[in-house]
C-alpha cells in the first residue's frame, strides 16, 4: 500500500493520527507531497518509509532536509519521479498550476500525486490517474490523507478524525 498526504501545515495532532492510518494500512511507502512548514513536524513521521517533496510553504529548506535525513526519509526540491509495484509515479506540490498541467497532459505516469489546493481529488486524463489526498491544513473542514492499492488501482481517502476501515 501506498500512503499519500500533503499540506499537514504543522498539524501534530492530524500528522499522529495519519501516520497511525498508514501504519495500520500496512503502507510500506508514504509520499508527502508538499508544505509540511515545520521541520519540528518531521520527526512525528518517524518510522514511515517516507519521501517528501517541497512546497510552496516550506522555507528552511535545510532545516527540513537535516530532519528528514535524522528520521531516514528523503527530501525532494521540485518533484519525485519513482516506480511503485511496476507503475511510473510522479510527486509534485502543485503550486504552478501549469506545470502541473504539463506533467499530467505528458502521458509519461500513470499517477500524479499532487497537494497544494488543500482539496482531495481523484480524476483520470487519459492513462493517467491524477491524486491528490487533500489536506490536515488548520482551517480545513475535512481533513483527509489517501492509501492507494496500486496492483488493484483503488483509491481510498481517508479522514483523520474518524474510525479506520481497512480495504
Known sequence: M??????????????KKSVDIFKAMECDMVIHCGDIISPGTVQFFKGLNIKFVRGNCDGDVEMLNKKIQEIN?????????????????????????????????????????????????????NK???INPGALYPTVEEKTVAVL???????????VNKPLDKF
Not at 498550476?97 to 500513470?110: C, F, G, S
Not at 492499492?149 to 479522514?159: C, H, Q, S, T, Y
Open 2 to 15: 501506498l500512503g499519500i498526504i500533503s499540506d499537514t501545515h504543522e498539524n501534530v495532532f492530524g500528522i
Open 73 to 125: 526519509g528523503e527530501f525532494f526540491e521540485d518533484t519525485y519521479e519513482f516506480v511503485y509495484e511496476g507503475k511510473k509515479f510522479i510527486a509534485y506540490h502543485g503550486k504552478d498550476r501549469m506545470k502541473l498541467k504539463k506533467i499530467v497532459e505528458a502521458r509519461q505516469y500513470d499517477y500524479v500525486l499532487t497537494g497544494h489546493t488543500h482539496k482531495k481529488e481523484d480524476v483520470r486524463v
Open 128 to 130: 493517467t490517474r491524477v
Open 149 to 159: 492499492n496500486v496492483p488493484k488501482d483503488e483509491l481510498r481517502f481517508m479522514a
